[in-house]
Structure formats: structure tokens, C-alpha cells
């Protein structure tokens, strides 16, 4: 399930995160990827651990769980700290399966990575390139989202950035583990929660129909959660 989520971050944000990234210390970004995935990845990364990526982090993680689309579509139980990474001319991240354990950073524990998501931070008219493909069994998906847009993807997706041609692509990305390990239960979930909204905006809460679908909704994530 490919769920897109709109102003994920407002103006004044998007703002702030643009300056102190300005500001930052870049790595190679290799040094957060597999063993595999560094061969086929050209980018650069702030320090996970720098002052500048906790800030950033935390302010990502207040705007989600602000957003009910988030919420719904991963279904987070963790959500490691958020990283943050820019791709110049020439750079570019060949296809690759993100890594299905992940370590918290000064947690001591790992956790795992169920749900994928890139929140972009440069407006698509300033670089060339940088597109996300996104692989499922309909065919590749193509995503370059307005600056504080979010897309929210299986982990589990072969996926790759196209390269850069002109200007710079900035964003943030981080794994979700879910409280819905599958993807197929969460879809379904995420439908019918959009089904519930749609229904609750037509009939009173107390209409037997509405109560019946919030039953519905709230015994298969009953059935289905891991905690």
C-alpha cells in the first residue's frame, strides 16, 4: 500500500528544517546502508546522532502524530528516529530492499522495519530527477512530492532515487514498525477506516450502520495487532 499525505509539514517548518540542514555537517550516506545497498547508493546524510538530527527528528515525529492519515496508514507502534538526506547532481540510489531489522539509536534494542517513509523537502521545481520509484506487483510508481509532503510505502518494496540532473533533492526518511506487520491487513484497515470517516460524515455516530463498521474496524485490529 502506497499512501500519499499532504502538508505532513507546514510552511514555517518546512522553513526551519531547510536552515539548520543548511547549516549541518554532511556524510557519505553510505554509512546507514547494508552491506548490498551501499553499492548502489550516491547520496549524503547529516550525522544520526548530530544535534541537528535530533532537533529535525523530533520535530517530524510531533507533525505525525499530528496526522491522522499517518496514523492510520502505518498503524506505528515504533518509529525510529527520523534521518535526513540530500541527493546532488550526479547522485542517485540504485534499487534496493531496505533492511528488515533496524537498531535504535542509544536505545540498545532493535526493532523492525514494516513501513517506509520519505518526507521531501525541496519543491520538485528546483532539481531535476530525484523521482522515488516505488515497486509492487502493479507496476512502478513514480513519486516527487511539494516540499512537506510524505509518502508512506511497504519496507518491503524493491525501490530506487532516480538521479539527480540538476539542482538538489532534500528530505527526510524512516522506518515505522507497525502494530499490522502485513501490508494486505493494513490496506484493508486503511480502507475501511476511510470508509468509517465517509460514513460518519453522512450519518449521526449513534446510526446502527456506524456502529457496526467501527465494530467491524476495531475487532480485525483487535485480532490482527502485535504489541
Same mark, same amino acid.
Request: aromatic content about 8%; charged content about 20%.
Given at each position: 500500500?502506497?499512501?500519499?499525505?499532504?502538508?505532513? &509539514?507546514?510552511?514555517?517548518?518546512?522553513?526551519?528544517?531547510?536552515?539548520?540542514?543548511?547549516?549541518?555537517?554532511?556524510?557519505?550516506?553510505?554509512?546507514?546502508?547494508?552491506?548490498?545497498?551501499?553499492?548502489?547508493?550516491?547520496?549524503?546524510?547529516?550525522?544520526?546522532?548530530?544535534?541537528?538530527?535530533?532537533?529535525?527528528? /523530533?520535530?517530524? &515525529?510531533?507533525? &505525525?502524530?499530528?496526522?491522522?492519515?499517518?496514523?492510520?496508514?502505518?498503524?506505528?507502534?515504533?518509529?525510529?528516529?527520523?534521518?535526513?538526506?540530500?541527493?546532488?547532481?550526479? %547522485?542517485?540510489?540504485?534499487?534496493?530492499?531496505?533492511?528488515?531489522?533496524?537498531?535504535? *539509536? +542509544?536505545?540498545?534494542?532493535?526493532?523492525?522495519?514494516?513501513?517506509?517513509?520519505?518526507?521531501?523537502?525541496? /519543491? *520538485?521545481? /528546483?532539481?531535476? +530527477?530525484?523521482?522515488?520509484?516505488?515497486?509492487?506487483?502493479?507496476?512502478?510508481?513514480?513519486?516527487?512530492?511539494?516540499?512537506?509532503?510524505?509518502?508512506?510505502?511497504?519496507?518491503? !518494496?524493491?525501490?530506487?532515487?532516480?538521479?539527480?540532473?540538476? +539542482?538538489?533533492?532534500? +528530505? !527526510?526518511?524512516?522506518?515505522?514498525? !507497525?502494530?499490522?506487520?502485513?501490508?494486505?491487513?493494513?490496506?484493508?484497515?486503511?480502507?475501511?477506516?476511510?470508509?468509517? %470517516?465517509?460514513?460518519?460524515?453522512?450519518? *449521526? /455516530?449513534?446510526?446502527?450502520?456506524?456502529?457496526?463498521?467501527?465494530?467491524?474496524?476495531?475487532?480485525?485490529?483487535?485480532?490482527?495487532?502485535? %504489541?
Amino acid at each position: 500500500m502506497l499512501v500519499e499525505i499532504p502538508n505532513l &509539514l507546514n510552511a514555517a517548518e518546512i522553513a526551519h528544517c531547510r536552515r539548520v540542514l543548511e547549516a549541518s555537517p554532511w556524510v557519505d550516506g553510505r554509512v546507514t546502508a547494508g552491506e548490498q545497498a551501499a553499492k548502489s547508493k550516491q547520496n549524503l546524510q547529516i550525522p544520526v546522532d548530530s544535534a541537528e538530527a535530533l532537533e529535525l527528528g /523530533d520535530l517530524i &515525529l510531533r507533525a &505525525l502524530g499530528r496526522n491522522p492519515v499517518f496514523n492510520s496508514a502505518a498503524m506505528p507502534l515504533h518509529v525510529l528516529p527520523p534521518m535526513f538526506n540530500r541527493y546532488d547532481v550526479g %547522485m542517485k540510489f540504485g534499487a534496493h530492499v531496505d533492511g528488515a531489522i533496524r537498531a535504535v *539509536p +542509544g536505545a540498545g534494542r532493535r526493532m523492525r522495519a514494516d513501513v517506509s517513509t520519505t518526507v521531501f523537502l525541496t /519543491d *520538485p521545481a /528546483d532539481y531535476d +530527477g530525484g523521482e522515488l520509484l516505488i515497486e509492487d506487483s502493479f507496476g512502478v510508481h513514480e513519486v516527487k512530492l511539494p516540499a512537506g509532503h510524505a509518502v508512506v510505502y511497504p519496507a518491503s !518494496s524493491l525501490h530506487s532515487v532516480r538521479e539527480i540532473t540538476r +539542482g538538489s533533492r532534500w +528530505g !527526510s526518511f524512516f522506518w515505522t514498525q !507497525s502494530m499490522i506487520p502485513d501490508d494486505g491487513r493494513r490496506a484493508l484497515l486503511y480502507d475501511l477506516d476511510l470508509a468509517i %470517516m465517509a460514513v460518519r460524515s453522512r450519518l *449521526p /455516530d449513534e446510526e446502527p450502520a456506524v456502529l457496526q463498521l467501527t465494530n467491524v474496524y476495531h475487532n480485525l485490529l483487535r485480532s490482527w495487532a502485535q %504489541m
